[in-house]
């Protein structure tokens, strides 16, 4: 398997903040339409931090019903929507309810990988509540496949019969850059043909929103539109958010052989490991990712035209992520155009990474940046080129993608518009 | 408990449950438990279920020889009224 095959992106699922596709997504973002606003789920009043990025109440319940899937957990269920939705518009799959599995010898070969940072929080939360008002007798028979992590995978293989193999990454909020990255080396090598990869996160349960606020990562800003601002002086962290999303990865071989529509190429991924803190980044660290991911794609620093930042809008990330940026292109005299996706999805954590490699992709495709909409007053001390506050016509080829998580796992792939 | 209820209980969880999609209005008591998508491990979460819906608590294996939709109803029947 030492054969390197080019690797395209031929289907795409979202679900979040912005909507439960990439065409809606693609219009707020361009729009500077925030999907930030004050937290519905729970009760906004016992938290410090009242800001959520959750998907509309009508979006997941719609979704499932045109797949003809019934809801088990609120993670596992968005996975499955966008495997599906991934499928079906990379022509694998038919739209409708109660959907068959891809075709036979498509389905053999194509693997299931996915990042989560926390798997099912909603069936666990469902299973402690039990637990804590029932004893342990009493809980649901299906508490253990309703609660492991590899859910969020499997019942996406099962449910459309992808026997290539299926697993779930986690590494917090890399979790879905590095399930993409596993995918691409998958393909790359030539160990499969196909790999739908992706994330899937939803942490507002009650003891998981809590344990967020109480770390006092959490912005507290009282303007939901205006609490995500990475790279902002006035930044006071991040806005948690859920959602999903899928890519169906594929040999630019087998993809031209079956006639598909090709959106992307994945050129690179890189990835390395702090080595030193739980929480605190390190710009060693995530400069690694980055040049690694250079390497893999065999593209010197001027090649990349924008980053999509991790930027979470904690003071800690944005400043270390900055002088990683500045370190990795400042010495080769590249000067990208920097942004942070986080103010329009709120931070999804294990899903992160893929809803924003999304955003990354639509952005290549339509030759649009969509800026950061909260830079009022840009931080001194990140040297890097930001975007100004609004949507700008650019023309990019090749876009970076950071995602760096709690636990020192940093991860970064290399995105490029399709070239025949 | 009237038997009309019942059933009606029995079609609410199978939706629940069921593996496959069907019109559960139009599911009667000739139809087999089986033919609605209840597996093997649906059928866990559909013992439990019916458990807590009708506050009464039976082994799985005291289903033998209970396949149909309305055979189920009759053994609720005789648990809930005895």
Known sequence: ?420 | MERSEIIHRLRSIMARTATTQHDWERVGETDTIASLGIDSLAMLDFVYDIQQEFAVQFEAHELVGVSTVGQLATFLDARTTA
């Open chain 1, 1 to 420: 398997m030492n054969e390197r095959r080019r690797v395209v992106v031929t289907g795409i699922g979202l679900l979040s903040a912005l909507g439960g596709d990439d065409e809606r997504m693609v219009e707020r973002l361009f729009a500077g339409d925030s999907g930030v606003g004050r937290l519905r789920s729970l009760d906004a009043a016992k938290f410090k931090s009242q800001n959520a990025a959750e998907l509309a109440p009508d979006v997941l319940p719609t979704a499932l019903a045109a797949l003809g899937l019934r809801a088990t957990d609120r993670t596992t269920d968005m996975a499955l929507v966008v495997a599906g939705q991934a499928l079906v518009a990379a022509g694998l799959l038919q739209a409708g309810p109660a959907a068959p599995a891809a075709p036979g010898s498509l389905a053999e070969t194509t693997a299931v990988v996915f990042g989560t940072g926390n798997g099912p929080s909603h069936a666990l939360q469902e299973s402690w509540d039990a637990y804590a008002q029932k004893g342990g007798r009493l809980l649901r028979p299906t508490t253990v496949p309703r609660c492991m992590a590899n859910a969020v995978s499997s019942m996406a293989s099962i449910q459309f019969g992808l026997r290539g193999g299926n697993y779930v990454v986690v590494s917090s909020c890399s979790s879905s850059t590095v399930a993409i990255g596993t995918g691409y080396r998958s393909v790359l090598h030539g160990y499969a043909d196909r790999v739908l990869c992706g994330g899937s996160e939803s942490m507002f349960t009650d003891a998981l929103y809590s344990s967020w606020d109480n770390l006092g990562v959490m912005s507290k800003h009282q303007e939901p539109t205006r609490a995500s601002r990475p790279f902002d002086v006035d930044r006071d962290g991040f806005v948690l958010g859920e959602g999903a999303g899928a890519l169906l990865l594929e040999s630019l071989d087998a993809a031209k052989a079956r006639g598909a529509t090709i959106r992307a190429e994945v050129l690179g991924f890189g990835e390395s490991s702090d080595g030193t803190h739980i929480t605190r980044p390190s710009k060693e660290g995530q400069a690694k990712a980055m040049l690694q991911a250079l390497r893999s794609a065999g593209l010197p620093p001027g090649a990349i035209d924008f980053v999509n930042a991790h930027g979470t809008g904690t003071k800690a990330n944005d400043a270390t992520e900055a002088e990683a940026i500045a370190m990795v292109f400042g010495s080769a005299g590249a000067e990208p155009w920097v942004a942070s996706s986080k103010p329009f999805f709120g931070h999804l954590l294990g899903a992160a990474g893929v809803v924003e490699t999304i955003a990354c992709i639509r952005q290549l495709e339509l030759g649009r940046l969509h800026g950061n909409p909260n830079l009022e007053r840009p931080d001194p001390a990140c040297t890097v080129r930001l975007c100004g506050r609004t949507a700008t016509t650019q023309p990019v080829r090749i876009a970076m993608k950071n995602s760096f998580g709690f636990g020192g796992g940093n991860a970064t792939l290399i995105l490029g518009r399709y070239e025949a």
